[in-house]
């Protein structure tokens, strides 16, 4: 079992980056998944979640309307499209998948 996350970087404020989060070895292709983010100095904190078949969204007021998770359930992969960054949203960036962590990826936001 494993997620794999890549797409983070180094973005100015104001800029984009899109997440990714390749899923393998599960048993079962239903499954709702998540993203958590931990800055520097503070604990994870959950940021979206997408369920598994009608595709339904939840947002963290913090990225609400800034934020856009997705799926791609024939290429089991989860998505976060991240636009209009803040330096508040720098962290290291988490998917998770029933119960199942991927290592992370970093994004930093700084002019």
């Known amino acids: 079992v494993q997620l794999a996350e890549s797409g983070g970087g180094l973005v100015q404020p104001g800029g984009s980056l899109r997440l990714s989060c390749a899923a393998s070895?599960?048993?079962?292709?239903?499954?709702?998944m998540s993203w958590f983010r931990q800055a520097p100095g503070k604990g994870r904190e959950w940021v979206a979640s997408?369920?598994?078949?009608?595709?339904?969204?939840n947002y963290a007021d913090a990225v609400k309307g800034r934020f856009t998770i997705s799926r791609d359930n024939a290429k089991n992969t989860v998505y976060l499209q991240m636009d209009s960054l803040e330096p508040e949203d720098t962290a290291v960036y988490y998917c998770?998948?029933?119960?199942?962590w991927g290592q992370g990826t970093q994004v930093t936001v700084a002019s």
């Open positions: 998770t998948r029933a119960g199942y």
């Open positions: 070895g599960f048993t079962g292709r239903w499954y709702d």
């Open positions: 997408i369920t598994s078949t009608s595709g339904r969204t």
